[in-house]
Structure formats: C-alpha cells, structure tokens
C-alpha cells in the first residue's frame, strides 16, 4: 500500500517479471486505471475498437476502458506498474482523462522523453523489486498536483462502487448538489467516462468476481443477484465488455485455471489464442 496521500488514489503498486502464460491475453474492462513503465521487451495492446495492435517500448498509461484490450507479450515480461482507483491517474495527467480512454497512451506521451528515460534508468539499475517499487512512488510524489474537482468526483465514485454499480445516477448528482451534466463532465475530465459508464464497469467486474468457475453456475441467479433486468440483459452486457458470451467466458477461464493454476494473471485476463 502506497504512503498518503497516494493511497486515496492507488490501489496497489506492482513489479512484473517472467514468461507469460500466453502469447496474447484479453483484459475485460474494470474499474480502474492503469500505468506500466516497461523494462523490458516491448509489448503490444489492441485497444478498444482497433483494428491492429500497437506497440508499447516505454510502457503505457490508460484510464478506465469502455471496452477489452488485447495484449501481446514478449517472451519474457519485467515491468513495474500501478493500478489507480478510477480517479487517482487524474492528479499525474496533463491532458483529460476522456483522451485516454480506450486508447492507451506511451509513457512518453503523458510525461515527455527525457522524463521517462531518466526513470526507466533508475528503475533498471535499482537493486530489487522493493527499491523499484520506491522510486516509483517517489516519482509519482513528485508529479502529484492539485486537480479541480477530484474531491467531488471521488466520493461520487466512491459511492458507485459501494453499490456495486447499482446505484441511481440521478440520485448521485442531486445528493452532491451538481447537475448531472457538470458531474459528466467532471467524470469524464478525471476518470474518463461517465458515471452511468462506471456504474455498469463496477456491476459487471462485481458480477466476473462472483463466478465460480470451477463449479455451477446459475446464470439465472447470477443476472438477478447483480441487478441486470433479465438473462438475456446479462448476456448483452457480457459480451459488450468481453466480446465472449458468458459460457464461453467460463470455458476460456477454466482453460487458464487447467494450463496455468496458481499463475499471478489468474483472476481477471483471458487467454486471446
């Protein structure tokens, strides 16, 4: 866990190295933004609506995605990274949120190519992974700035995930005492997509959680626990995220859990081959 005041807007901090389970992977939406700095090999990410992937040699920056990603591994993979809670990239952007999302920037791009040089040559030559680790926090301490509106937009957002997405959006502006359009607009300049966006991102990666994959699964119950209005519902909203139906989803899931059980990607990317 990062020091204050990054933990009000990361949820953890990671390095990453070793063989990849899979040449490609797809990695469903969640409700979360994400910066890696590669310290290897470069990889490639097909982002929201591409056609072709694109390659990534510094590492990337993306904001909380409408739709899945495909990446595509080197070899070998050593990288550090951070998972921000919807909101927390916002404070370390020079540009909207909204222009990041679903098209995932190099690192580069956001922070300048010296900047990002300079890091990756301290993150190579650090002595481990917690050294690494720290100088990516500091780093992030340095850029942190003072953003308008990340207060407001936090504790709506905050709100949305408690309910799991099931909460209504009307009732989340008329409580903060904005309209519903400047709460849009700030949603969209700091996290980069709507609340009513993020409101299905979080219902439908609390719904994933839920299954069960290596037992029965009621679809059924499954749709009515998590709020969707039928079966049928469901099933559109799956496939919007993942491009999978939701059998389909289990089958690829499983086949992770029988090829790579125990792996670190287990719970959330999906073999792409």
Not at 36 to 48: H, K, T
Not at 75 to 95: Q, Y
């Amino acid at each position: 866990m990062p020091r204050p005041p990054l933990d009000g807007l990361i949820d953890d901090l990671y390095f990453l190295e070793g063989e990849r389970p899979y040449a490609r992977l797809t990695l469903p939406p969640a409700p979360s933004a994400l910066l890696i700095v590669n310290l290897g090999a470069p990889f490639r990410i097909r982002g929201g609506t591409d056609s072709e992937t694109a390659g990534y040699a510094d590492g990337c920056v993306a904001t909380t995605p409408t739709r899945a990603w495909e990446f595509g591994y080197p070899l070998r993979t050593r990288s550090v990274g951070v998972h921000f809670k919807p909101w927390g990239l916002a404070p370390f952007l020079p540009m909207p949120a909204a222009e990041l999302c679903d098209r995932p920037a190099t690192v580069e791009q956001v922070w300048g190519r010296p900047a990002v040089a300079e890091l990756r040559d301290r993150l190579a030559t650090a002595n481990g992974p917690h050294e690494m680790l720290t100088l990516l926090e500091e780093e992030l301490m340095r850029r942190l700035c003072e953003t308008a509106g990340l207060g407001l937009v936090r504790h709506t957002s905050s709100v949305i995930a408690a309910s799991s997405g099931g909460v209504a959006i009307g009732d989340l502006s008329m409580a903060a005492g904005v309209s519903s359009t400047h709460l849009a607009q700030r949603f969209k300049e700091l996290i980069g997509v709507t609340p009513k966006r993020l409101a299905r991102t979080h219902r439908f990666a609390a719904t994933v959680f839920a299954i069960d994959p290596a037992g029965p699964i009621d679809w059924g119950d499954l749709a009515y626990d998590a709020g969707y209005f039928d079966q049928a519902h469901f099933g559109h909203e799956f496939r919007a995220f993942t491009g999978l139906t939701p059998t389909r989803y289990v089958e690829v899931r499983r086949r992770f859990l029988r090829e790579h059980p125990g792996h670190v990607f287990e719970g959330w990317p999906l073999p792409a081959d």
